[in-house]
């Protein structure tokens, strides 16, 4: 049986592949679009990295410490399509995917490696993923042990295929106060609004949301699943970036 995040990703390839799924405001005047194939492209070659070089599956926790950002959308959606379990409560987990490996491993996990290697104890492995929108590669030293994710990701499929089966019931998200299963990503998680779990009314057919990144990567997270659900498109906005008239009217968001 399919879990969700696969018959979404197959959706988002096939229906108006072309047009705007995902775009995204950053600093400094940075404006990322990515199609509804681009989008699945880069979930695909994560998902690739996951299962070819971590050896993550179904049931497999993955932590990420990346902020509201096009990139943690991508982390969520290839673990998604895994099986696996996204940890957004700071705890324990079997891997680790962070904007900040230097810090990494601080919440429940331990600051350091006993063993001296540098990577964060707790985890079996930790990959690095850099925010700039251009970057081919961690901007600086890692620590030993620790993959980066710009420099690795390319060079994975543009398409996936599991090894091994998902099913619905296993552990897909677990939040501070709440955790979801894969059957529930889209008919409980998933809001259509940047506010998640606050009860909002569902985004119309094809409707083109603002999502601010302020709200946290939950909120991010819901809302998107919840417009793409509906063959909707999600504008993402840094809390730098400020929402202008003309920002609304340009990229035609229906929804706020």
Known sequence: MSIPAMNLMAALRSDHATSPRL???GPDSERIELS???LDNWVAKTANLLQDELDAGPGISLRLDIPAHWKSVVWALAAWQLGMEVVLDGGTADLLATSSPEGAGSEGAGSGDASGSGRPEGFDAVVAVPLAALAMRWPG?????VLDYAAEVRSHGDVFLPYAEATPELAALRLPAQGYSHAELLTEFAVAGPAAGQG????GEGERILVRAGDGLDAALAASLGCWNRNGSVVLVHPDVEVTEHLLKNERVSGV
């Open 36 to 38: 509804g194939r681009v």
């Open 200 to 203: 909002e009314a569902i985004a």
């Open 23 to 25: 775009t995204w405001y």
């Open 141 to 145: 030293t890692l620590p030993p042990g």
